[in-house]
């Protein structure tokens, strides 16, 4: 199996601009999760998604941030407007389940820089 | 609120030497317990979890963890280090529910000296 799939792994972009992240889940998996890794803040879930629908979002910052799943194999994350305070990696996850019995697959991340 | 705590954000240790990555975890409700490892641009791997039964896990790569409810710990630990033991390692809680949402650690970062 390839895992999780993230594209693109390094982003570097100016401040004001549009950043669209992209994750393939691993096939068969049904629950998809959006991670940020920052120093300050650590691990933080943004949002999860169960059968392509999220179920919940309470993580994702500020309405700058949005996600979609439109299908069982795709789900993009998208910042718009990006900021500085934007820079950190992010994850993206999938599991067979939503529980805390199904291992969560991470993908190797995006490095995401706002300058 | 849940809350887990990583003591030391570096630990040095030399080949061959035991591993010991501390965790302390507060819930009002019996927890899982996971270690997941962070190798260096790589996504996190999950080591061992903790959800009922025998307090002590075996995990991956020689790994195990103790599961220690006075105590409010979960500390990991490997007999013997090996250089490619090197990695970021956390620790996480989630609730007895079954939920999806993982509080994890701020990290420790282990390195493993020749």
């Known amino acids: 199996d390839a895992g999780v799939i993230q594209s693109p792994r390094h982003e570097v972009t100016e401040m004001g601009q549009e950043v669209t992240l992209r994750c393939k889940p691993i096939s068969g998996h049904n629950s998809l999760f959006w991670y940020r890794q920052t120093m300050m803040r650590g691990l933080e879930l943004l949002i999860y998604?169960?059968?392509?629908?999220?179920?919940?979002d309470s993580g994702m910052p500020e309405d700058r941030f949005s996600a979609k799943m439109p299908n069982a194999s795709f789900s993009t994350l998208k910042i718009q407007p990006s900021e500085p305070r934007d820079s950190a990696v992010y994850f993206c996850?999938?599991?067979?389940?939503?529980?805390?019995?199904?291992?969560?697959?991470f993908g190797p991340g995006t490095r995401l820089t706002v300058t | 609120a849940q809350s887990v705590t990583q003591l030391g954000s570096h630990v040095s240790v030399s080949e061959g030497a035991l591993v010991l990555l501390r965790c302390n975890y507060s819930s009002s409700v019996p927890p899982y317990l996971f270690w997941y490892v962070q190798y260096p641009n790589q996504g996190l791997q999950l080591l061992l979890k903790y959800t009922t039964g025998a307090t002590l896990v075996k995990g991956i790569n020689g790994f195990e963890a103790e599961f220690k409810k006075s105590e409010t710990s979960f500390h990991l630990t490997k007999p013997s280090a090996h250089m490619s033991d090197a990695a970021e390692y956390f620790c996480?809680?989630?609730?007895?529910?079954?939920?999806?949402?993982?509080?994890f650690g701020t990290g420790t970062r282990l390195k493993v000296l020749a």
């Open positions: 996850a999938s599991s067979l389940g939503g529980g805390v019995t199904y291992e969560q697959y």
């Open positions: 998604f169960n059968n392509n629908v999220p179920i919940d």
């Open positions: 996480a809680v989630s609730e007895t529910s079954g939920t999806y949402k993982y509080i």
